[in-house]
């Protein structure tokens, strides 16, 4: 069928729609294979591949997936989509082996608009395998008619997010918006209150979109943080600004209640914590990223904190006494204690070599000895209060510097962030060679 898409939008091409009727009724290839064995086998060579990365949580089956000619688009979700999500995850965690990584799965693309489906069965009905998670694009109100027929854009009520919810308890899977939007002149209705209904019912998200070189539509709209001129692209200050949230990467027990202020970068999130977190225990501790663009200090009430920098952004770690806890941004000069007190006698400063006369410019090594049984999680190098490029030894334990301050003095701090604690280097200084 030829194309013929209205607006030039590929949701309304009858040809794309064939191809997705074509791959749900699983017609054969040339070869003989069938279109699903195909999809199949991709997504298998995609996790054997990436399957020991650590910078790979996991793999969304397939991005907006149309119902292809079903006459009720949202019954598609029990008799093709969710039967197919479930064929493709058991293959490859049968095909590669010790796999742990997460699967994301959609509804039907029109369900993104519309909040319509008809999920009702358990994911159990389609496959065993946990670490699976729904994640529904929520479009509610950006592209319908309502829209465009009203005197000034606005942001529907939540249904699409109470929706969501919904499908997500049917199937028994944790909820992640895997992406939202909108143009930005629509920001101070639309995103806003994307995040605020977000922060309501506690949920993550994904922005679309972080840069692009155009928009697929239309070259002249752009939805990015990033935006015109393109290719290294220009910050967007509004997106900037209603974008740097503080937000809580790992929560221990509980999360009750997120709160951020966009302009303001007023934040303030609350939990409760079954046991007590000793300080370092990382595998635990409850982590807040705070953003450059949040200057005010972090105040905790009911447990202990780390902070770290990050290239001017903040990681906090935080150790609740078991119960209630609060973090919360403070005013200049607030105390954001209580910190964690410095554990010397179990993890003494890392040992940085004693200087004898000027040092290469070209590399320094620093041995990083521990217990065999602590595993280093991360290691971050500062010269002057900069953080520097490190690189690890091949054995692991060492970390090397390369690129060193030449003819001058400068120090050098390292902190190692270990699956037991925090170690620190005294700072030391040193002269690089001419």
Known sequence: MPACALHGVRELDPAVAEDFQKFWADLQAPDGV??????????????????????VAGYELMNEPQPGFNAAPEESDATELFPYWGKAVNAVVAKVKDFRQLFFVEPNVERNVTDQSEISAPWSTYSSYRNVVYAPHIYTGVF??????????????DGGYRSAISDAKALGLPLWVGEFGNNPQ???TILRTHYTLQDKYLLGGTLWLWKENANDVNGSVFWGVYGKPFGRGTPQPKR?????????????GTLDSVHYGAGSGDFDIRADSASPVSCGDLSRATVLFVPPAV??????????????????????????YGGPYRLYSGQPGDVTGPRCPPKTSAAPPIPLPKPHGCISTKSLRVSLRHPRHQRIVKVTAYIDGKRVLVKRGRHLRTVVLHHLPRGRRFRLKIVEVTNRGIRISRSRSYRGCP
């Open 144 to 157: 319908t008619a309502d829209q465009e027929v009203a005197s000034r854009r606005f942001m529907p009520n």
């Open 34 to 55: 069938g279109l699903q064995e195909h999809y199949t086998n991709v997504l298998i060579a995609l996790a054997q591949r990436f399957r020991g990365d650590p910078t």
């Open 295 to 320: 200057t005010a200090p972090v105040v905790a009430e009911g447990a202990s904190i780390d902070v770290f920098s990050r290239a001017g952004a903040r990681e906090v770690y935080v150790y609740p």
């Open 240 to 252: 900037i600004l209603i974008t740097s949230r503080a937000t809580p990467m790992a929560a221990d």
């Open 186 to 188: 629509d920001d101070d």
